[in-house]
């Protein structure tokens, strides 16, 4: 049986793309959300974003590329700063999904690398970041680097 309606290729391949779109950074949220946070949203590639704006910082949630979950909290001083991006469950996330938000050749200088997971990352007010982690062959780690992404300290458990 047929309808006499027919889709065009690129009619019909919008129409599939349509519910993954919609899981993205839609134009309302974004304009409900700071600059910097929104920048961070984008610069992940979160999508399913929960936004939970608070007067001491914001709070999110979302789905990074590859799937993993994370918690996403943000410093408010004047400005909204990232503060912590948290693993949300009890899978390491590849670090190479949030290397668009680190110090910039932090994952280059080894010894951790953009296949290593982390759990915790923390961005201190001096711009020093703080990784808790598992490597790619299954060590727990705590790394602390400087404001350039230079390795300061890196402790096994």
Request: glycine share 8%; aromatic share 6%; hydrophobic share 40%.
């Amino acid at each position: 049986m047929t309808f006499g309606f027919r889709c065009p290729p690129l009619a019909a391949a919008s129409l599939i793309a349509l519910p993954l779109a919609a899981t993205a950074l839609t134009p309302a949220l974004a304009a409900d959300m700071p600059a910097q946070v929104e920048q961070v949203v984008r610069d992940l590639d979160l999508s399913d974003v929960d936004y939970r704006p608070d007067p001491r910082g914001t709070d999110l949630t979302g789905q990074l590329p590859d799937g993993s979950l994370v918690r996403i909290d943000f410093h408010d001083r004047g400005r909204e700063e990232l503060e912590e991006i948290e693993a949300h469950g009890r899978d390491a996330v590849p670090l190479s999904q949030v290397a668009a938000v680190l110090p910039e050749g932090l994952l280059a200088a080894g010894p951790i690398g953009p296949d290593d997971g982390f759990y915790e990352i923390d961005f201190d007010d001096d711009g020093s970041v703080d990784i808790e982690g598992l490597t790619a062959d299954g060590r727990r780690f705590d790394a602390e680097y400087d404001r350039a992404g230079r390795l300061d300290e890196l402790d096994y458990d």
